[in-house]
């Protein structure tokens, strides 16, 4: 308290809080495992596998004929790095650290820092496990060929920002009924493993089956991704538009709602009765 604060200008706040979120960002990539290389072997492993589940049910089926033409993998790859990508942004965001979480009790924190620092995190942990996956098959299996990589990658980033805004909005109403965000964020993980669309392609779907899909804005990434990767895919019944558009409307009223029960949050809230 005998510390004189000095006024800092508008860009050294910027820069001030850009290393605060630096710093908040380390911290959540070492908080999941206390060997950050064996981490991120572990985040590696999980998406192999999921590659690998997906390659038999694909092969057992015979729905190998409903891929694009090109690399059957790559095709798996660019519905599964998508989806969980997106899905770990979600629940980063979702977990990040409340408005009465002890972390708050330290002067520079804010709950701002604790969303950036937990969205960053979850990028930085999807986008270096993808990279070393698609390397390892490139080198030892199969050359990969991208039609279009920075497509392809912009996608990757809206799937993880739509991921960042659905997140918002649970985390903005988890102080009020925590039991039911954590059912409701469970509820559209699961839903997702068939809603997002990452098991076919839309420009193959009846006519009357795309409402139950085009609400998601992870399907319509996915199916933009895959026009982006495959050069003998244009992709006619998804936009770019709409999960942009979807993903900004959500994080404002995600940032309404945080900033509401923030206002308003207790820890006696989570105190047994």
């Not at 006024?7 to 960002?25: D, K, N, W």
């Not at 977990?95 to 620092?117: L, Q, R, W, Y």
Request: charged content about 10%; hydrophobic content about 55%.
């Amino acid at each position: 308290m005998f510390d004189k604060k000095t006024p800092r200008t508008p860009y050294g706040s910027a820069l001030a809080m850009v290393e605060l979120i630096y710093h908040a960002t380390v911290r959540e990539v070492r908080k999941s495992h206390g060997n950050a290389v064996w981490g991120l072997v572990m985040n590696m492993v999980q998406t192999i596998m999921l590659v690998g589940i997906f390659y038999m049910m694909f092969t057992i089926l015979g729905m190998k004929r409903n891929a694009v033409r090109g690399d059957f993998v790559l095709y798996l790859m660019s519905g599964i790095f998508l989806f969980i990508t997106h899905i770990k942004a979600m629940g980063a965001v979702v977990g990040s650290e409340g408005p009465a979480s002890a972390m708050m009790k330290h002067a520079p924190m804010n709950t701002v820092v604790a969303i950036c620092s937990a969205a960053l995190a979850s990028l930085y942990t999807q986008v270096l496990s993808m990279a070393v996956v698609l390397f390892i098959y490139h080198v030892a299996v199969n050359p990969i060929e991208i039609y279009d990589p920075v497509g392809t990658l912009a996608m990757l980033l809206l799937a993880w920002f739509s991921g960042v805004a659905v997140g918002m909005v649970f985390l903005s109403a988890k102080p009020w009924a925590p039991d039911a965000i954590s059912i409701l964020s469970q509820v559209y993980s699961r839903a997702n493993m068939i809603a997002s669309g990452k098991m076919f392609l839309a420009n193959n779907l009846p006519a009357y089956m795309l409402p139950f899909f085009s609400w998601n804005p992870l399907f319509h990434t996915i199916d933009q991704a895959r026009g982006f990767a495959f050069i003998n895919y244009n992709p006619h019944f998804s936009s770019i538009a709409y999960p942009v558009l979807l993903s900004l409307t959500l994080i404002m009223l995600g940032l309404l709602g945080e900033f509401f029960t923030r206002k308003r949050v207790s820890m006696s809230w989570g105190a047994k009765r």
